[in-house]
Nanobody
Framework: QVQLVESGGGLVQAGDSLRLSCAASGRTFSRNGMGWFRQAPGKEREFIACISWRGDITSYADFVKGRFTISRDMSKNTESLQMNSLKFEDTAVYYC?????????????????WGQGTQVTVSS
């Protein structure tokens, strides 16, 4: 059974940092792009960042550029999202996802496996 499990969410103050991790099990995703999305109450799930299978290509949503950094460790079948300078509007459930192919996908339709999500709450 393929599973993606996020961890590292929590309650922080504006300006603080958090590091989210995503551990994959059931199969290796070393040949798949990986991504992070988030969903706030009443809003659609939105793209945050993605990384290609070799880790040489990354892409970020404009609203996180310069604050968030995506990375992956293929030897451990994990990916991470370092989030700095958090803002109140970053409050959401954060999801990691594995793409259908080796590319860096910008849309939810590019991904076939999803984690259950981890809550990030930023107080102002």
């Amino acid at each position: 059974q393929v599973q993606l499990v996020e961890s590292g969410g929590g309650l922080v103050q504006a300006g603080d940092s958090l590091r989210l991790s995503c551990a994959a099990s059931g199969r290796t995703f070393s040949r798949n792009g990986m991504g992070w999305f988030r969903q706030a109450p009443g809003k659609e799930r939105e793209f945050i960042a993605c990384i290609s299978w070799r880790g040489d290509i990354t892409s970020y949503a404009d609203f996180v550029k310069g604050r968030f950094t995506i990375s992956r460790d293929m030897s451990k079948n994990t990916e991470s999202l370092q989030m700095n300078s958090l803002k109140f509007e970053d409050t959401a459930v954060y999801y990691c996802a594995a793409a259908q192919g080796p590319w860096c996908g910008l849309s939810t339709v590019d991904y076939e496996h999803w984690g259950q999500g981890t809550q990030v709450t930023v107080s102002s």
